[in-house]
């Protein structure tokens, strides 16, 4: 009884190492599609970066609703890329919760999708220092124009939106399971590129899960979630968004601190449901 207790005062102590990034952050929608687009985070949303215009990308393919010019915006939580991943709606959540084996597969797959975002994404051509992309133009009609921006951007959405269903999938070495969609590419020539460009991610990530690369891949830039935790056809369900916020290295828990904080949540997670 006594191992018990201290093991959970132990992962308690781990708890602020594995919600550091936890806050509480008002989204005004400023222009996007269904894919991605931009939102205006409040620089006073007591979070560890700076307010001003972030791109966003949908990571949750579900029917969630994003904010637009029109519908205003959304108040969510800022949560990390690990700790968001199983938490984008209360169905998925249950899922986890009920199949915990789930969480074997969550740090490889979030290791995965930060590699990618930190390679095919136009950081050093496109994005100035800020890592905001602040500089790009947010008007959701070119979007599906054939530019190197928007081209990378929206397969590197793709990649995590596929991502999204495949919650027990841990060997990277084979993605024929990954399915290339053109999005709101219109132009035949932006539907090639992006093609093209998610073929040879594809094939990187292979590549790269063949020599164990993901065992250790620690993020290069920042990212967190932006989360809304409600039931899939609840109204104030707002699209769980992936923000690309800094362009520095960012640090991640080790393996055993992220498995640890996993086993911290699932035990918050019950003890709530038992409350």
Same mark, same amino acid.
């Given at each position: 009884?006594?191992?018990?207790?201290?093991?959970?005062?132990?992962?308690?102590?781990?708890?602020?190492?594995?919600?550091?990034?936890?806050?509480?952050?008002?989204?005004?929608?400023?222009?996007?599609?269904?894919?991605?687009?931009?939102?205006?985070?409040?620089?006073?949303?007591?979070?560890?970066?700076?307010?001003?215009?972030?791109?966003?990308?949908?990571?949750?393919?579900?029917?969630?609703?994003?904010?637009?010019?029109?519908?205003?915006?959304?108040?969510?939580?800022?949560?990390?890329?690990?700790?968001?991943?199983?938490?984008?709606?209360?169905?998925?959540?249950?899922?986890?919760?009920?199949?915990?084996?789930?969480?074997?597969?969550?740090?490889?797959?979030?290791?995965?999708?930060?590699?990618?975002? /930190? !390679? =095919?994404?136009?950081?050093?051509?496109?994005?100035?220092?800020?890592?905001? #992309?602040? $500089?790009? %133009?947010? *008007?959701?009609?070119?979007?599906?124009?054939?530019?190197?921006?928007?081209?990378?951007?929206?397969?590197?959405?793709?990649?995590?939106?596929?991502?999204?269903?495949?919650?027990?999938?841990?060997?990277?070495?084979?993605?024929?399971?990954?399915?290339?969609?053109?999005?709101?590419?219109?132009?035949?020539?932006?539907?090639?590129?992006?093609?093209?460009?998610?073929?040879?991610?594809?094939?990187?990530?292979?590549?790269?899960?063949?020599?164990?690369?993901? /065992? !250790? =891949?620690?993020?290069?830039?920042?990212?967190?979630?932006?989360?809304?935790? #409600?039931? $899939?056809? %609840?109204? *104030?369900?707002?699209?769980?968004?992936?923000?690309?916020?800094?362009?520095?290295?960012?640090?991640?828990?080790?393996?055993?601190?992220?498995?640890?904080?996993?086993?911290?949540?699932?035990?918050?997670?019950?003890?709530?449901?038992?409350?």
């Amino acid at each position: 009884m006594r191992s018990k207790v201290f093991a959970l005062f132990a992962l308690l102590g781990l708890s602020q190492a594995c919600f550091a990034q936890t806050g509480t952050i008002s989204i005004n929608a400023v222009n996007r599609d269904g894919f991605g687009g931009v939102y205006e985070i409040d620089e006073s949303s007591g979070v560890a970066f700076d307010g001003g215009r972030y791109w966003w990308m949908c990571i949750e393919p579900n029917g969630s609703r994003s904010a637009g010019p029109v519908e205003g915006g959304f108040i969510a939580d800022s949560i990390s890329f690990a700790e968001g991943w199983d938490q984008m709606n209360t169905e998925r959540l249950t899922n986890y919760t009920n199949n915990p084996g789930l969480y074997l597969a969550l740090a490889t797959q979030v290791r995965v999708m930060e590699y990618v975002l /930190d !390679t =095919y994404l136009p950081w050093t051509t496109l994005a100035g220092p800020s890592g905001r #992309f602040a $500089e790009q %133009d947010a *008007d959701p009609a070119l979007y599906g124009s054939n530019t190197d921006f928007y081209n990378a951007f929206f397969t590197v959405q793709n990649f995590l939106s596929e991502t999204y269903g495949k919650t027990n999938k841990t060997d990277f070495t084979n993605m024929a399971d990954y399915t290339f969609f053109a999005g709101n590419a219109t132009d035949p020539a932006s539907i090639l590129s992006r093609n093209t460009l998610f073929a040879t991610i594809l094939s990187d990530v292979e590549g790269k899960a063949s020599t164990n690369f993901f /065992d !250790t =891949y620690t993020a290069q830039r920042g990212y967190m979630i932006a989360n809304t935790l #409600f039931s $899939e056809t %609840d109204p *104030d369900n707002w699209q769980d968004a992936l923000i690309i916020y800094d362009f520095v290295p960012v640090p991640e828990p080790s393996g055993a601190l992220l498995i640890a904080c996993t086993g911290l949540a699932v035990m918050l997670r019950r003890f709530r449901r038992l409350a």
